[in-house]
C-alpha cells in the first residue's frame, strides 16, 4: 500500500491512537465478553462512491470506538445532507477495523420498519425468543443488554419523528422502549432534527453539513456516466452553486444527466427558467441503492416529510416556514417575522425551523438565512395543499404593516426590507388585492429616494395602473399613486409623462380640496418643479408664488414645507432672470435656516450654496439682469 496515501495514513493515525489507549484500557476490556462470532445486519451494501467527510469519520471513530468517550452519539443534518451515508461508511469501517463488534441497523422510519429490523436482528442472531414473548423488539432488547452478545453497534437511522421515537405510536411502545443500555454497546443515531438529537444523545451531537466544492465535484464525477460533461469548470461550479452543494441534489442531478443525456448548461437553464421547472427538477424520482425501497427519493419529497412533521407538531412553525418561502432566502431581518402572541412562541417556531437546518442564525446578526432548495421545496408542499394563495393574502398585509416610509432616516430599516418585498411582488403578478398594490407604493417610494428610480417607475406604474382600473377618478388612493408615479417620472427624465399626470391630480384636487390643503398644495408644488423641469418656468413661477403666499398665511416662519417652497420659487426666479428677487427671498431662507438647523443640515448647506451661486451670478452680471 502506498504509505503517502490519505487512507492509509488516516487509519494507520487510528490505530496508533488505538493501541496508545490499549494498555490504560486493558483492565477494563478483559472483563468485557466477546461473542465468539460477530453478526452483520447492515441492510446496503457498502457505497463505493462514497465522497470524503474525513473528518466526520474521524470523529465517530475517537469517541464510539477508539477512546470510549461515549456510548450514544447523534448525526443530525438537513434531509439529503448524507447523515445516513456517513453513517453506512462508519459501519463498514468498524467491521473491517474493528471485527469484535456486531453491527445492527434499526431504520426508524416508521413503527413498522422498526419492528422488521429488530425480526432481521432476531433471526441474524439467532436469539432463542420466549415462546409467551410476542414482541421481537423485547427479545433483542434483552439480548444485546446481555454479556453473551459480546460488543455491539446498533445503527438508528431516520430518527425523525418523535411519536415514533417517544409516544406511543403504536400498542408494542414506542422506539426508545426497546433501545438496548450495554456498557459492551454503542448506539449512533441519524436524525435532521437537533432537539430529537438532543434528547437521544444529550450533548454528544455531530452536525453534517453540505460538501465541500471539491467533494461535491468529485461526487458529481463519479455519478455521470458521461465524465466529459465536466470538461467546463465555470459550468460544473454553477451547476453545485444551484444545487448548494447537498449530496441527495448532486445525486438527482446526476440521474436526471444519465438518463436525458442533456449537458450541464441545458440543465442549468432549466434549473434556472421558471420555478415551475425548478419544482419539476427537484420533484423527480430516481433510482438510488443506497436509500431504503419503496422510498422517495427526490429533493422535494424528502423534504415534504419533514414539513409534515414539523405541521402536526407545531403550527407556529408551520406557518412561519409558509411565510419564509413567500421572501427572499437570504437575510431574513427578524422584525420582518409575523408577529405572534406571546413572543416566545415565535422563539420556539424559530428554533423548530433551526433544529431542522430548514433555516441558519447569522453569525452577530438578529437575521436569518434559509437553505435555498428548502425554499422552493416548500412552495412545493404548500401548492400540494393549495394553500399559497391565501398565504400570499396574509404575507401582502404582513409586509404593509412593517414596511417602513420613505424618510430618509428609515434608509437601513428599508434597505433590509426590500429584497424581500420585491421578492414577494415578483412571485404575486396575479394576486389581486389592494395590499399587494399598497405594498407596491411604499416599494416604489423607497426605492425612488435611494436612487433606484428605473426599479421605482416599475412598481409605481403598476401600482397606479391597478388603481386606475378600479378608482374613480378623484378616488385619494389613485391620485396618491398618480401623484407618486409623476414624481418618480421626473427623476427619470420622463418630464412631459409627470406633466401630464400631475396637471390631472392638480386640476382635481382643485375642485375636492381646499385652498390651504396640503395634498392640493404638494400637488401644485410638484407640478411646479416639473414644469420648470419642461423650461415652463412662468407657469413654475406663478404656481410657486401661489403656494408661497398660502403657507406664509398657514404655516410658521421656520416650517420645512413653507422654506422649501420659499427655496424652489428663488430657483424659478432665477432661472426666469429676476436674479435679485432671488437673492432676497433666498437670504431670508438662510437666515431662517441658520437659526433653526445646525452647521452641517444638509438642507441648510444647500440653501447657502445656492446663495453663494446667485451672488456669484449678481456679482458677473452687475446686478443688471432684473427684468
Known amino acids: 500500500m502506498d504509505r503517502s496515501d490519505e487512507s492509509y495514513r488516516f487509519v494507520a493515525g487510528v490505530l496508533k491512537q488505538f493501541l496508545k489507549n490499549a494498555s490504560s484500557n486493558a483492565e477494563h476490556k478483559a ?20 465522497i470524503g467527510r474525513t473528518e466526520k469519520l474521524k470523529e465517530l471513530q475517537e469517541k464510539l470506538i477508539v477512546s470510549s468517550h461515549c456510548r450514544k452519539l447523534a448525526l443530525v443534518g438537513l434531509g439529503g445532507v448524507g447523515k445516513t451515508q456517513v453513517a453506512l461508511q462508519f459501519a463498514y469501517t468498524v467491521k473491517e477495523h474493528w471485527p469484535e463488534y456486531s453491527i445492527f441497523w434499526a431504520p426508524a422510519i416508521s413503527a413498522e420498519s422498526f419492528e422488521r429490523a429488530y425480526r432481521d436482528i432476531a433471526t441474524r442472531c439467532s436469539t432463542a425468543l420466549d415462546p409467551k414473548q410476542e414482541d421481537p423488539k423485547e427479545s433483542v432488547r434483552r439480548y444485546l443488554n446481555s454479556d453473551s452478545a459480546g460488543r455491539w453497534l446498533l445503527i438508528v437511522d431516520n430518527a425523525d419523528d418523535k411519536e415514533i421515537l417517544f409516544g406511543e405510536s403504536s400498542d408494542s411502545g414506542s422506539v426508545i422502549d426497546y433501545l438496548p443500555k450495554s456498557e459492551n454497546g454503542l448506539t449512533l443515531f441519524t436524525t435532521r432534527h437537533r432537539e430529537i438529537a438532543v434528547l437521544l444523545a444529550r450533548h454528544e451531537v455531530v452536525q453534517v453539513q453540505e460538501m465541500n466544492q471539491a467533494e461535491a465535484e468529485t461526487f458529481l464525477k463519479q455519478s455521470l456516466t458521461q465524465k466529459e460533461m465536466l470538461y467546463d469548470q465555470k459550468n460544473t461550479t454553477e451547476l453545485l452553486d444551484e444545487l448548494a452543494f447537498l449530496p441527495l441534489a448532486i445525486a438527482q442531478a446526476a440521474a436526471y444527466l444519465n438518463a436525458m443525456q442533456i449537458s450541464v448548461p441545458e440543465y442549468l437553464s432549466l434549473l434556472r427558467s421558471t420555478e415551475q421547472n425548478t419544482a419539476s427538477l427537484l420533484s423527480r424520482e430516481f433510482h438510488d441503492d443506497t436509500r431504503y425501497k419503496n422510498s422517495k427519493n427526490s429533493v422535494a419529497a424528502t423534504w415534504l416529510v419533514s414539513f409534515d412533521q414539523v405541521r402536526r407538531s407545531d403550527s407556529i412553525a408551520a406557518d412561519l416556514l409558509s411565510f419564509l418561502s413567500c421572501i427572499e432566502y437570504k437575510a431574513i ?33 438578529d437575521s436569518y438565512d434559509m437553505h435555498q432548495l428548502v425554499h422552493l421545496a416548500t412552495k412545493v408542499w404548500l401548492d400540494k395543499h393549495g394553500a399559497r394563495e391565501a398565504l400570499n393574502e396574509k404575507v401582502a398585509t404582513r409586509l404593509v404593516e412593517i414596511f417602513p416610509s420613505d424618510d430618509y432616516s428609515n434608509r437601513v430599516l428599508w434597505r433590509e426590507f426590500l429584497p424581500h418585498a420585491l421578492q414577494f411582488l415578483r412571485n404575486t403578478k396575479k394576486l389581486d388585492i389592494e395590499a399587494r ?32 382600473d378600479r378608482y374613480p377618478e378623484d378616488h385619494p388612493d389613485r391620485l396618491n399613486s398618480q401623484y407618486e408615479l409623476a414624481k418618480v417620472y421626473q427623476a427619470d ?6 406633466v401630464k399626470l400631475l396637471e390631472q391630480v392638480v386640476v382635481i384636487r382643485e375642485k375636492l380640496l381646499k385652498e390651504d390643503h396640503p395634498s392640493r398644495l404638494a400637488s401644485q408644488y410638484q407640478l411646479a418643479i416639473v414644469c420648470q423641469a419642461d423650461g415652463q418656468v412662468k407657469e413654475a413661477v406663478k404656481l410657486l408664488e401661489h403656494i408661497v403666499a398660502i403657507r406664509e398665511k398657514v404655516l410658521r416662519e421656520d416650517h420645512p414645507s413653507r422654506l422649501a417652497s420659499q427655496h424652489m420659487l428663488a430657483g424659478a426666479y432665477q432661472a426666469n432672470g429676476h436674479v435679485n428677487e432671488a437673492v432676497k ?43
Request: with cysteine; net charge positive.
Open 437 to 468: 398594490y399598497e405594498l407596491c407604493m411604499a416599494v416604489g417610494r423607497c426605492l425612488r429616494v435611494d436612487g433606484r428610480v428605473g426599479e421605482a417607475v416599475v412598481w409605481l406604474s403598476e401600482c397606479f395602473l391597478w388603481r386606475q
Open 333 to 365: 431581518p427578524r422584525s420582518i417575522l409575523p408577529s405572534v402572541k406571546p413572543q416566545e412562541r415565535i422563539v420556539y417556531a424559530v428554533g423548530t425551523l433551526r433544529a431542522y437546518a430548514f433555516v441558519t442564525r447569522r453569525k452577530d446578526s
Open 585 to 627: 427671498l433666498l437670504e431670508h431662507v438662510v437666515a431662517i435656516k441658520k437659526r433653526v438647523f445646525r452647521e452641517d443640515h444638509p438642507s441648510r448647506l444647500i440653501s447657502q450654496r445656492a446663495l453663494l451661486r446667485l451672488h456669484a451670478q449678481q456679482r458677473s452680471e452687475g446686478g443688471s439682469n432684473e427684468n
Open 31 to 50: 472483563e468485557v465478553p466477546c461473542s465468539t462470532t460477530s453478526s452483520y445486519c447492515i441492510p446496503f451494501l457498502r457505497n463505493q462512491h462514497f
Open 493 to 498: 427624465g420622463q418630464v412631459k409623462k409627470a
